[in-house]
């Protein structure tokens, strides 16, 4: 079965401070990898995505996540945090013929002016 | 030019009603689903169609029927709603390998 874990519910950063959301994932296979931004009232906006190839994945907005295999973990970055970054942050992993989603709880981003 | 859009935005209803829920594509994709994210933020596949065929159906109550008249289209239709329906439900459109584009959600409030 295919499982994500996002471990922080919660992160509060300043507005120009670096930020690093962690994602742990369980698949059976290789897996492809996703990072999706929710604004507040909005629906999912893909932010980045990783299938194969380049192990570091660059995305819209100025994120970009590393792949590790050896961790289980697709970690999502940002060098500066802008105000408007603000939002719930969701990793989800899948795979397999029926392309089925399966995503984490989510982390809310908080940014400090 | 709207990817995925669904209608209505908002809905809200009275314990028992019989509503639906209307998501169009123009993407082109032969695959679409249907979300819940309860009041937690938790986002959980229902049912999932390629190509007007019913490949995903989770443990949802039989008062969920999921319509797909073409690929463009999947509709959401619930019987008899409860309060434990109220939630937003997202309808998404998929690509090649797992990768979904969103609709704006509808907000189901059951009184």
């Known amino acids: 079965a295919q499982s994500v874990t996002q471990p922080d519910i919660h992160i509060t950063v300043s507005e120009g401070a670096s930020l690093e959301l962690r994602c742990n994932y369980s698949?059976?296979?290789?897996?492809?990898l996703f990072w999706y931004v929710q604004s507040p009232g909005q629906g999912l906006q893909l932010l980045l995505k990783y299938f194969s190839g380049d192990t570091l994945v660059q995305g819209i907005k100025g994120f970009e996540a590393e792949f590790k295999r050896s961790q289980s973990s697709f970690n999502l970055r940002k060098p500066s945090v802008h105000w408007s970054d603000a939002a719930e942050y969701f990793c989800?992993?899948?795979?397999?013929?029926?392309?089925?989603?399966?995503f984490g709880k989510g982390t809310l981003l908080t940014v400090n002016p | 030019d709207t990817a995925v859009s669904q209608t209505p935005k908002y809905l809200v209803t009275q314990m028992g009603n019989d509503k639906s829920i209307k998501c169009e594509q123009n993407?082109?994709?032969?695959?679409m689903y249907w979300y819940k994210q309860d009041s937690k933020k938790f986002l959980k596949i229902m049912f999932s169609y390629n190509n007007k065929e019913l490949i995903i159906n989770e443990t949802v109550p039989n008062r969920f029927s999921p319509k797909s008249p073409d690929k463009a289209h999947l509709n959401l239709h619930i019987n008899s709603l409860e309060l434990g329906d109220s939630a937003v439900y997202f309808c998404?459109?998929?690509?090649?390998?797992?990768?979904?584009?969103f609709g704006p959600g509808t907000r189901l409030t059951v009184t």
């Open positions: 989800a992993v899948g795979g397999g013929s029926n392309y089925k989603l399966t």
């Open positions: 993407l082109g994709h032969d695959t």
């Open positions: 698949y059976g296979a290789t897996p492809y």
């Open positions: 998404a459109s998929g690509g090649r390998a797992s990768e979904q584009y």
